[in-house]
């Protein structure tokens, strides 16, 4: 069992840049690949970015790629999501996930079994 708390979300105006943390507790962190989504209010969560277990591979939503940086320091039992030249269209609550296991690709969403509480991100025009 493994525990996430996100944290760094705000109001930023359009251009801007955010870095999104998440914490984790319980189980050894180097043991799950982690991923970060987002929810608008009215739409569906999707996909925003992911990274392996050891931090060798990564993958972005086309939406964010070159824009967001997604990594991970497993000695500090954490995962961020640096975001640069925010749009309104990012304007979300952000979760951070966890998938068990040390896949050298990155997770699909079935396999995400932890998630945090979220953090709120809105992006002004």
């Known amino acids: 069992q493994v525990q996430l708390v996100e944290s760094g979300g705000g109001l930023v105006q359009a251009g801007g840049s955010l870095r999104l943390s998440c914490v984790a507790s319980?189980?050894?962190?180097?043991?799950?690949?982690m991923g970060w989504f987002r929810q608008a209010p009215g739409k569906e969560r999707e996909f925003v970015a992911a990274?392996?277990?050891?931090?060798?591979?990564?993958y972005y939503a086309d939406s964010v790629k070159g824009r967001f940086t997604i990594s991970r320091d497993n000695a500090k039992n954490t995962v961020y999501l640096q975001m640069n030249s925010l749009k309104p269209g990012d304007t979300a609550v952000y979760y951070c996930?966890?998938?068990?296991?040390?896949?050298?690709?990155?997770?699909?969403?079935?396999?995400?079994?932890?998630w945090g509480q979220g953090t709120q991100v809105i992006v002004s025009s």
């Open positions: 990274v392996t277990w050891n931090g060798v591979s990564t």
């Open positions: 319980g189980r050894t962190f180097s043991g799950y690949g």
């Open positions: 996930a966890a998938a068990p296991g040390y896949s050298d690709y990155v997770p699909y969403f079935e396999e995400y079994d932890y």
